[in-house]
């Protein structure tokens, strides 16, 4: 159908998933089992890391050409069904220049009066990393009651993922928000226009490096 | 309604009647019965007894009871202030404006606070207290860390103007021009 | 008589693209909402959002914790309490601090009676927009009485900043709990006279029965949640399935739609969830002051939090399951704050619902899912 703006709006066939089962107890499902099934059954390459060290929730780092691939499975699989799709939200990265590392120093000989110094350990650098935005997807399972975290980390300048709007449709507007806040492509989607900021709003304001305008169609924006 | 064999069309034409008016007039009973019930029972409302008279205030005439820690137009004690810019750090806002600079020999630098707020030293001397109480979000946060307690919330909020930049309040030399009178 | 008919000419229609403006009573705030109609048959809305946009993620990212607080209450102001419950458990998860039990009692207690207030607006408005406009000042005295209670707990009516990590700002004191218990049990019996006076009214039933229809697969697919998913029939509360701030220690029942009046799905399953859910609140609010114990109220949380990590948590507020995620880099600010709101996905299941109805159900459909547009734009 034709949107009264003239742009052509193609829906996708309907993607409905399996209806889910309820009787389902807890099944907790650490994400190493969840890594190691998606490399057997989708593709060794289509997970790139398992980050679980820091404090909150862990989470799986997904190839972004696969990222369609990975949630289609982990909706329908029998050991996962993770049939709602909580949120989808992008984070803005700068470009981090890299910091020295510090040599390690030798320890002082023992002599009688003074005890021994510790020789200090030396301090690795910490490489410089590439501006990136990460795409973050949160599934959650109503029938083994899990919730599992993937993020796709796409470039800044020219950030473009596939689309999960045809796997779930909660997706839909929640690509349109990403794209409207930090300017990242979904292709294959529907109708990607800017969602909350007005139609003709320059620039994506979630991004780090995001100057606010003094006009907006000749009003002077009040500070 | 589901779960019904089918009736014809005649008798399901009475029958919605039927409905119709036993549901509207159980409705308009309660109506006339919450009618009857506070307008006769007209008490001076006071305390909580819920359900006992009409819960109509006629303000301005009368005015209901503003509870203790109610968070209303602020107000900066100026002599128990130390300038320690704690209220202005944590407004999440920026509504609060404060300018000081270090006390010269002449000015007393170990003159102390009152004994209400708390007797702490004041070192520093006070140029400009601003309170933007157009841009204020009444979240309380400035009054939970001054630590001499001098900034705090009023019961004030009939302060209504009709410019934005009346709301702008000093309170080195604070002048209470409210135009409403007090009833 | 000749009809246009057999005459030979034909009767023409063409479709008109209506704007239901940003500025309209039934739209629970500021949305536009572009309706293309042939004569009373809808053929496509299309909503327009971002009216009430006021960068809440953009703000956080230049503010510390404490002061990103007051900015959650404004996100859906009428149920204030779950908005900043939901982010002090993300925060609390990521500090990895342990809540005093008293502080998990009263967060319980002040959460559900907001619940009771929230659903009583969204009662309350529904009637008014269907055009009954008794019971809203019914709901509206009844919530007045929970903001008066509010008001001596926390200071603000409406937007209280009230609930702090680590647990709660200050105590609940011995008369205040008294007069809630006072208030619950007043309230019982007037919810009992307001589900009376509107939910089996002939015309009301006939508004909002088998209108709006959302299968328990579309409301799966589209994300949906809480009442708008129970009344679908999917058991799914957040409360029994994933508790949080100690709610496994209370008995009480996640009301599902039945099939009754109308069928599981339409607008009238889900207004009566709302009804039968506030019951449920006054039971859990009854069990929870019955066991509370003296004790503290707030956990040893520096007020400058400077967390690692990142988490996301969701809560069951009264419009859905609400979702913080929080990116925490070591600073006293965090670096990314997102909120996931029910009400964004509530809307977002317009294009393909409203097809097919009729001009005045869209009103009774808008008033059934309950958004609140300060959530959905944040």
Redesign the interface.
Known sequence: ?T??SGLKMTFLPA???P??S?LGTAVPKSIDETAEALRTRVGANCVKSVEKG????P?LVAEPTTIVDVLKFLRDDERFQC?????I?A?DFLPTAEIPGKPGSPGTPATDAAPAVAPVAAVPAIPAKPGRIEI?Y?LYS?VH?H?I?VKAVVDREHGQLPTASGI???A??YERECYD?TGVVFTGHPYLKR????EDWVGH??RKDYVFPEEYNGMKVPL | MSGQQPISEFKQYFQNIREAVVSVSKGMGITMRTFLKVNGLRKQLGGYEYGAGPVTVSYPEVKDNIPLHSRNRLFNHVEGCIACNQCAVICPVECITIDSRKKTPEENPDERTPAAFGSKPKKLKLLRFEIDEALCCFCGLCTEVCPTESIVHTPEFEYSKYDRDKLMYNYLSFKDDNPLPKV | METPQASGQEFRTQEILLNMGPQHPSTHGVLRVEVVTDGEIIKAAYPDLGYLHRCFEKHAENREYLQVLPFCDRLDYVAAMNQELGFCLALEKLLEVQIPERAQAVRVVVSELQRIASHLLAVGTYSIDIGGFTPMLYAFRDREHILSIFEELSGARLLYNYIRPGGVLRDLSRGLEDKIKEFCRYFKPQLQEFDELLSGNKIFVERTANVGMISPEMAIAYGLSGVNLRGSGVNWDLRKERPYSGYEKYDFKSVVGANDVGQVGDCWNRYHCRVREMFESIKIIEQALAQIQPGDTMAKVAKAVKPTGEVYMETECPRGNLGYYIVADGSKKPYRVKVKSPGFISISCFDELTSGMMLADIVAFIGSLDFVMGEVDR
Do not use: C, E
């Open positions: 159908m949107h009264p993607a409905v998933p209806t889910p309820f820091h404090k909150g929730d989470f049939t709602m799709l909580q949120v939200s984070t973050f949160a109503f009651r919730q975290h779930f449709r909660a839909n507007w806040m969602l909350l900021l007005p304001p979630l």
